[in-house]
Antibody, heavy 119, light 110 residues
């Protein structure tokens, strides 16, 4: 069964950083762009950023430039998302999602990780 | 990047057809045929329903269809069923190599 497994919930204070992980089997992530999408409580989906299959290319939404880093460890088929300088507006469920081989669609999603930013 | 514009809610009776619009700009929806649609039930993970404007993944009912004209894409659901009650989001690739989602539409089956 194809599965994408994300790390557990996090509670952070304003100004802190959080690093989330997203792991799947090798064949699930081979040739796949991995995206991060977040959803604040009661809000719509928001695209955050992506990393290429080789991990050498990243693109981020403008609003996260400078405080977001997405990395990839191909040896462990794990993708990471680090968001710094957290504020309460970063409280959301963060999903990783697969885009297989430049298909421009997100066909497989992780279960989501809740991040709560609160003092 | 502003989100794509969708109606907040659409409703219909069982068996009826509904259409959800998704309006963007010439930098996203109007620029590419890379519009996808996602269904999300409460507290669930989004599910891909349409990709490439009008293609259905394997396993998605043929009651779901997509189209695009200019800067506006649309998702249609025919033969509305109770299980279709959910939130629906459009998504488009942009000319900045990024993606943008719509504001979401709540579909209610009366």
């Amino acid at each position: 069964q194809v599965q994408v497994v994300q790390s557990g919930a996090e509670v952070k204070k304003p100004g802190a950083s959080v690093k989330l992980s997203c792991k799947a089997s090798a064949d699930t992530f081979t040739n796949a762009y991995i995206h991060w999408v977040r959803q604040a409580p009661g809000q719509w989906l928001e695209w955050v950023g992506l990393i290429s299959p080789g991990g050498d290319i990243t693109y981020y939404a403008q609003k996260f430039q400078g405080r977001l880093t997405v990395t990839r460890d191909t040896s462990t088929t794990t993708v990471y998302m680090e968001l710094r300088s957290l504020t309460s507006e970063d409280t959301a469920v963060y999903y990783c999602a697969r885009e297989y081989s430049g298909s421009f669609q997100f066909d497989l999603w992780g279960q989501g990780t809740l991040v709560i930013v609160s003092s | 990047q502003s989100p794509l514009t969708q109606p907040a809610s659409v409703s219909g009776s069982p068996g009826q057809s509904i259409t959800i619009s998704c309006t963007g700009t010439g930098s996203d929806v109007g620029a590419y045929s890379y519009v996808s649609w996602y269904q999300q039930h409460p507290n669930k993970v989004p599910k891909l329903m349409i990709y490439g404007v009008n293609n259905r993944p394997s396993g998605v009912s043929n009651r779901f269809s997509g189209s695009k004209s200019g800067n506006t894409a649309s998702l249609s659901i025919s033969g509305l069923q109770a299980e279709d009650e959910a939130d629906y989001y459009c998504c488009s690739h942009t000319n900045s190599h990024t993606y943008v989602f719509g504001t979401g539409t709540k579909v209610t089956v009366l």
